[in-house]
């Protein structure tokens, strides 16, 4: 093994333990909630407060996500990443010491804080620090990391109680702290500030080679390109305020198109049903009638989202990021729709006894499909697409997008579920699903293999012929206007 894939190697574990636990406290609710009605835990919640257990920690993404403002281009990548273990830290005590339903509203706030900050600011780490041969499975390497967390939370959670866990838990962003110190910090970011000693240092250590002229060289056309686009649009970060720099950077049409493709890739995240699915698998197990135990299906899904994307890794750089979208969005379409029109039979009476099966079988497929793709890929995406202006705001936006539509769905579940049945939600779920296939065929390109400047030209090219087009469309118009009695509606 060569000095750059062994040191790229270590990026990917040191970095990734900050993921796994976010995967522990994402995954926390599902096996503790039944303890606070069952009497195995001293602190008792009510139906509602369960709920608002669980969605607070998205919450504190929220909230986390916001802090790149102040800190990622100030302090750097790596401090940032560095300041959101320490919530972590102290999450997993409260939770853990909690006596009753106000500290563990507060644990989790606080878990979510440290979500957001690395939802928002790993992903541009991984994607800077990372090589070209070495990004996608890096990428993607972060949702396997989170599935890993669930599994973990929820094989060892059923098991033992909440201060065991909470304890076992701590490890993981102590462990972090103490290993990610040592990395490096962002050679673009040190580019950015003009400290090129210390990029060089950091491009030397990341690649494993001695000379990275070429390297360095590439990543100071990248910093001077944007830094002039930040001239032409006058959008010095540093002067204006978030929303006027944000605004600005926006009139670059790469800018637009990368922004476009964030939001139908982190729909896959947060608005195909995931969070409320695996939150209350054990009640759609239950309502089936299938003689499954609710501890033996958690781990079913657990054990199946970690193997989906284990393969993802393996595959990805074979089969290519916006394929595997392509290929495994109409399976979770299908999934969907199978699992919804039992539950619209089972409303309505229809006996469904010998296929009662079809839940748990067509949930494991969708889940398999959510870790396969709609997890990995997204976040393998945020590390590339963006050029260096609209980063801290990228990752912003990502986070609070990923934490309002994960909060929304969970809290639409609930209540569709209790007041028409389970059927009505799988319906949606099934309708955003075809809507976001149809919409990455449209407009998501492949990014699996380019380096960051060939993504970046992409992006711009694209969006500047596709501009280019329009005006020329709105040209043509012009000298020769459309017959209005046959399009009435165009002037």
Same mark, same amino acid.
């Given at each position: 093994m060569n000095r750059e894939i062994f040191h790229q190697i270590i990026i990917g574990i040191v970095c990734n333990l900050l993921i796994v636990d976010c995967g522990l406290s994402e995954g926390w609710p599902t096996p503790t909630m039944t303890k606070f009605s069952d009497g195995n835990d001293p602190v008792k919640l009510s139906s509602s407060e369960e709920a608002l257990v669980i969605n607070l920690m998205y919450v504190g993404v929220g909230m986390g996500a916001l802090s790149p403002i102040f800190l990622m281009d100030k302090i750097g990548r790596k401090w940032t990443l560095l300041a959101a273990a320490l919530p972590k830290i102290i999450s997993w005590i409260v939770i853990g010491l909690a006596k009753n339903?106000?500290?563990? *509203?507060?644990?989790?706030?606080?878990?979510?804080?440290?979500?957001?900050?690395?939802?928002? @600011?790993?992903? +541009?780490?991984?994607? %800077?620090?990372?090589?070209?041969?070495?990004?996608? =499975?890096?990428?993607?390497?972060?949702? @396997?990391? /989170?599935?890993?967390?669930?599994?973990?939370? *929820?094989?060892?959670?059923?098991?033992?109680?909440?201060?065991?866990?909470? +304890?076992?838990? &701590?490890?993981?962003?102590?462990?972090?702290? +103490?290993?990610?110190?040592?990395? =490096?910090?962002?050679?673009?970011?040190?580019?950015?500030?003009?400290? *090129?000693?210390?990029?060089?240092?950091?491009?030397?250590?990341?690649?494993? $080679?001695?000379?990275?002229?070429? %390297?360095?060289? %590439?990543?100071? $056309?990248?910093?001077?390109?944007? %830094?002039?686009?930040?001239?032409?649009? !006058?959008?010095?970060?540093? !002067?204006?305020?978030? /929303?006027?720099?944000?605004?600005?950077? +926006? $009139?670059? =049409?790469?800018?637009?198109?990368?922004?476009? /493709?964030?939001?139908?890739?982190?729909?896959? &995240?947060?608005?195909?049903?995931?969070? =409320?699915?695996?939150s209350y698998q054990s009640n759609i197990f239950k309502q089936s009638g299938f003689g499954l135990g609710s501890d033996f299906s958690i781990i079913i899904t657990g054990c199946t989202i970690v193997i989906a994307g284990t393969t993802c890794v393996s595959i990805v750089k074979i089969i290519g990021k916006r394929k595997l979208l392509l290929i495994a969005a109409p399976i979770a379409v299908l999934s969907l729709a199978i699992v919804a029109t039992f539950f619209t039979l089972l409303e309505h009476g229809v006996n469904v006894h010998n296929f009662n099966w079809i839940p748990i079988v067509f949930v494991v497929i969708y889940v398999f499909v959510v870790g396969l793709a709609f997890n990995p890929i997204p976040l393998a995406y945020l590390g590339e697409i963006f050029s260096f202006e609209v980063k801290v705001p990228a990752g912003i936006c990502s986070s609070l997008y990923y934490a309002v539509s994960t909060t929304v769905t969970v809290k639409m579940y609930q209540i569709l579920a209790d007041n028409y049945g389970t059927f009505f939600p799988f319906w949606i779920f099934t309708g955003i699903t075809f809507i976001l296939w149809i919409l990455i065929y449209l407009y998501v390109p492949e990014t699996e293999g380019k380096s960051l400047a060939e993504i970046q030209i992409m992006l711009n090219d694209i969006s500047i012929n596709n501009e280019k087009s329009s005006m020329k469309f709105k040209s043509i118009k012009k000298i020769i206007p459309l017959p209005t009695t046959v399009y009435p509606t165009i002037n």
């Amino acid at each position: 093994m060569n000095r750059e894939i062994f040191h790229q190697i270590i990026i990917g574990i040191v970095c990734n333990l900050l993921i796994v636990d976010c995967g522990l406290s994402e995954g926390w609710p599902t096996p503790t909630m039944t303890k606070f009605s069952d009497g195995n835990d001293p602190v008792k919640l009510s139906s509602s407060e369960e709920a608002l257990v669980i969605n607070l920690m998205y919450v504190g993404v929220g909230m986390g996500a916001l802090s790149p403002i102040f800190l990622m281009d100030k302090i750097g990548r790596k401090w940032t990443l560095l300041a959101a273990a320490l919530p972590k830290i102290i999450s997993w005590i409260v939770i853990g010491l909690a006596k009753n339903s106000h500290a563990l *509203y507060a644990g989790r706030i606080t878990a979510g804080i440290g979500c957001g900050i690395a939802y928002s @600011v790993l992903p +541009m780490y991984i994607g %800077e620090v990372s090589t070209k041969r070495t990004r996608g =499975p890096l990428g993607t390497l972060l949702s @396997v990391l /989170i599935n890993i967390g669930l599994l973990m939370i *929820y094989t060892i959670g059923l098991y033992v109680n909440r201060f065991q866990m909470a +304890m076992m838990a &701590l490890v993981i962003p102590v462990l972090f702290f +103490m290993t990610f110190i040592w990395l =490096p910090e962002s050679s673009v970011y040190l580019t950015r500030k003009k400290n *090129y000693k210390s990029a060089e240092k950091s491009l030397k250590w990341s690649l494993g $080679k001695d000379n990275v002229d070429i %390297e360095l060289d %590439e990543i100071k $056309k990248i910093v001077s390109t944007q %830094e002039k686009d930040d001239d032409n649009y !006058n959008n010095n970060n540093n !002067n204006k305020g978030f /929303i006027k720099s944000f605004i600005n950077a +926006m $009139k670059i =049409p790469g800018n637009r198109r990368s922004f476009r /493709i964030m939001f139908i890739l982190c729909g896959t &995240l947060g608005l195909t049903g995931a969070a =409320p699915i695996l939150s209350y698998q054990s009640n759609i197990f239950k309502q089936s009638g299938f003689g499954l135990g609710s501890d033996f299906s958690i781990i079913i899904t657990g054990c199946t989202i970690v193997i989906a994307g284990t393969t993802c890794v393996s595959i990805v750089k074979i089969i290519g990021k916006r394929k595997l979208l392509l290929i495994a969005a109409p399976i979770a379409v299908l999934s969907l729709a199978i699992v919804a029109t039992f539950f619209t039979l089972l409303e309505h009476g229809v006996n469904v006894h010998n296929f009662n099966w079809i839940p748990i079988v067509f949930v494991v497929i969708y889940v398999f499909v959510v870790g396969l793709a709609f997890n990995p890929i997204p976040l393998a995406y945020l590390g590339e697409i963006f050029s260096f202006e609209v980063k801290v705001p990228a990752g912003i936006c990502s986070s609070l997008y990923y934490a309002v539509s994960t909060t929304v769905t969970v809290k639409m579940y609930q209540i569709l579920a209790d007041n028409y049945g389970t059927f009505f939600p799988f319906w949606i779920f099934t309708g955003i699903t075809f809507i976001l296939w149809i919409l990455i065929y449209l407009y998501v390109p492949e990014t699996e293999g380019k380096s960051l400047a060939e993504i970046q030209i992409m992006l711009n090219d694209i969006s500047i012929n596709n501009e280019k087009s329009s005006m020329k469309f709105k040209s043509i118009k012009k000298i020769i206007p459309l017959p209005t009695t046959v399009y009435p509606t165009i002037n």
